[in-house]
Structure formats: structure tokens, C-alpha cells
């Protein structure tokens, strides 16, 4: 992924019409599963990195919580479309690896299997007191956000 290849469309669609990018389970974004919001999302060095805010009230936080603490639910995975893209091959011809430039995303699941295979780097409950957004909200602010789960490794 190119680090900024979400950017364009974040602006455009959220940002633009101050919405919320849903987290949901498993991919299902019937209204049962629909468990939260993305508050922050950069790419970085080992792929896409997302802090997700589950508010207490959600019917199921209880059986979520359980399930991330107990390693069924291990990842993120992205819901989108790439818009623009290139095959990246090497020397010989033979193909390495597909370059996303500019994507389209649209929300995020909590998912038992993430296709990258990357697992959750960390995982800590906490309570968020104001609800921050990436929407809105300066990079000062979403810094202490991030430190809240940077320096866990629960």
C-alpha cells in the first residue's frame, strides 16, 4: 500500500460529510454488528494501522471483549476497493507483488481470520473519556490516543 493511498477518498467521503468509518464483525454490516468506529488509521511499514473505539453500550461488548482476550477475533480487516494499482514484478519477469496506490475504503470488520495474516499488535481496553475521531481532531490529540495503545502489549 502506498502511505497515502487512502487519503483522497477519506477526505472526500468522510471527512468532507463528517461521517464515521464503521467497525464491524466479521464483515456483516447488519445493524446487530455494527460495533464501532475507526478513530485513527495510517499506513505504516508493517501494513494498516487502526485504533477502533467499541463503545461500552454496544449489546455485544461483553462477548467481543471476550472474544479479542481470548484470540478468536485477531485481526482487522479492510472493506474497499482499490481505485488505482500496479503489478510490480522483478528482474526476471516473474510477478512480486501488487502496489496499491489509491484506495477506496469504506469500513473496517473485527474478523477471526485477517487475510494478511497480520494479528493484532496490541490490544488494551481503556476508557476513552472523549470519544476522538480522526475526522476532526488534531494529530496532538490522536497522539495520546495512540500512546495508550503504542505502549500496551496486552
Do not use: W
Not at 19 to 27: A, F, I, R
Amino acid at each position: 500500500y502506498d502511505p497515502n493511498c487512502f487519503d483522497e477518498f477519506i477526505k472526500r467521503y468522510f471527512i468532507d460529510h463528517e461521517l464515521n468509518m464503521v467497525v464491524s464483525l466479521q464483515h456483516s454490516l447488519d445493524i446487530d454488528n455494527l460495533c464501532g468506529r475507526v478513530l485513527y488509521l495510517e499506513i505504516n511499514t508493517v501494513g494498516c494501522y487502526f485504533i477502533v473505539y467499541i463503545p461500552r453500550t454496544y449489546v455485544k461488548y461483553d462477548q467481543v471483549l471476550n472474544l479479542l482476550k481470548e484470540g478468536i477475533l485477531q485481526g482487522l480487516s479492510k472493506e474497499g476497493y482499490a481505485t488505482d494499482y500496479e503489478y510490480i514484478f522483478n528482474e526476471d519477469g516473474t510477478f512480486n507483488y501488487l502496489q496499491i496506490n489509491k484506495m477506496d475504503i469504506c469500513s473496517v470488520s473485527l474478523v477471526a481470520q485477517p487475510a494478511n495474516g497480520i494479528k493484532f499488535e496490541a490490544l488494551k481496553e481503556t476508557e476513552i473519556k472523549n470519544t476522538l475521531n480522526y475526522v476532526n481532531k488534531t494529530s496532538e490529540e490522536l497522539n495520546e490516543v495512540d500512546k495508550l495503545f503504542k505502549t500496551s502489549k496486552q
